[in-house]
């Protein structure tokens, strides 16, 4: 197994968006946070574009992103393709070197220091897993 954070990117056509977060919140265990948005793609195959897509060159898409850990990932997109298989579904991974959440803290104004030396990135993963 995997032990590495990493954020999850998927890009799905935008009809199905309710379809792929429905699965994340019912997967076992949910997916605690995530970020969608609207997209467009482009490309050179739009056999499967409406006419107004065709005419402006791009598709409707819709983005999801989500920090959880690599093994966690891999079992979320067999899940997705066991479920609910969709056509026009990309997604993809990258290693995550920090994640954490910024809190505000009172500080004077000359002893701000850089994020880096205040937070290490390996014990701040760990930290928040279960949050992830």
């Known amino acids: 197994m995997v032990q590495s954070a990493c954020k999850l990117t998927l890009v799905y056509p ?8 429905e699965l994340l919140m019912e997967s ?17 195959d739009f056999a499967q574009a409406s006419l107004q897509e065709r005419v402006r060159g791009r598709v409707a ?3 999801l992103v ?10 979320l997109l067999s899940e997705i ?10 997604f993809w991974l990258e290693p995550i ?19 880096s030396s205040q ?6 993963i760990v930290a928040e897993e279960e949050q992830i």
């Not at 959880?68 to 891999?74: G, H, P, Q």
């Not at 393709?81 to 990309?90: D, F, R, Y």
């Not at 937070?119 to 701040?124: G, P």
């Open 28 to 44: 076992d265990p949910p997916v605690r946070g995530f970020t969608t948005w609207a997209a467009e793609g482009h490309g050179h």
């Open 14 to 21: 935008i009809a199905v968006e309710d379809r792929i977060v």
């Open 119 to 124: 937070v290490s990135c390996a014990t701040k």
């Open 66 to 75: 989500a920090v959880m850990m690599r093994d966690r990932a891999e079992r």
């Open 97 to 115: 070197l920090g994640f954490g959440r910024m809190t505000p803290q009172e500080q004077e104004a000359s002893a701000v220091e850089p994020v």
């Open 61 to 63: 898409r819709g983005v």
């Open 81 to 90: 393709e066991q479920k609910a298989p969709l056509n026009h579904l990309a």
